[in-house]
């Protein structure tokens, strides 16, 4: 191994390392949210009315949608923001939802969708990329197929960083439709979190804290990866095997 081939293995291993750090702490807030609310992410729901949760799929594709069209649409508009200056809007956003309890966190959905896809799409061109690509579009809502912060599993997380998605593989419309059921899942449990009484201004806007956190560092983990398997040459789902490899190491 020559001297250019160590650095470049070392570097590699940095890279990783940094990024096995943010895949590590994306959930820490989120744990502190369940302890701040009380109960197990899995029993969230459960405190949700039977006609929510029927209808949380079809909000949630709805919330999608609209996120889809308005943060594409600001991006000539708006210029991107700071990761903590997005985390202070959307926490204050769930702070108001949560005041109203469920019906205005609800209505508070489509909106902090919008500026997590927003969010994720300034990511990706920190990293290079161009939120006008189709495919890198289709990237950034891959990011809310992930296990969401108040999960214990981080397997769905590495499942979700080495999914492939191409131009020939679907239009956005049927990517929404794949991301849609898991995304509707974990804000059903934001929803939940929301409508604890007395305290829902504030677990709301704990919860949107921890959402933004969480959605802001996975998407550093997945074009973070996407750079890097462009850089070296190795592909991405070898990456997510040495990437799963260091965060168990951490």
């Known amino acids: 191994m020559t001297g ?4 470049a293995v070392v570097d590699i291993n940095q890279e990783l390392t940094a990024l096995a750090r943010r895949h590590k702490g994306a959930g820490g807030v989120g744990i502190q949210v369940l302890n701040f609310v009380g109960g197990q992410a899995e029993n969230l729901l459960e405190r949700l009315p039977d006609k929510v949760k029927e209808r949380l799929e079809d909000a949630t594709s709805r919330a999608l949608n609209i996120a889809m069209r308005a943060a594409s649409q600001s991006r000539g508009m708006v210029p991107d923001q700071k990761g903590w200056l997005n985390t202070a809007i ?9 005041a109203g309890g469920l019906p205005t966190a609800l209505a508070e959905l489509p909106v902090t969708t919008t500026v997590l896809l927003r969010t994720i799409q300034g990511i990706a061109f920190e990293y290079g990329f161009d939120p006008d690509d189709p495919e890198v579009q289709k990237e950034c809502l891959l990011v809310f197929g992930s296990a969401g912060p108040l999960a214990a599993d981080d397997g769905a997380d590495m499942a979700f960083l080495s999914a492939r998605v191409t131009l020939t593989g679907g239009t956005v419309h049927s990517l929404i439709a794949r991301v849609a059921p898991r995304l509707a899942t974990v804000l059903g449990q934001k929803l939940a979190t929301q409508t604890v009484p007395v305290i829902g201004a504030v677990a709301g806007a704990a919860t949107n804290y921890a959402y933004t956190s969480y959605y802001q560092e996975m998407a550093h983990v997945h074009f973070g990866l996407r750079r890097l398997s462009e850089q070296t040459g190795i592909s991405r789902e070898d990456l997510v095997e040495n990437l799963r490899v260091a965060v168990r190491a951490l």
């Open 4 to 7: 250019t081939d160590l650095v």
């Open 90 to 98: 959307t926490t204050a956003m769930g702070a108001m939802g949560g």
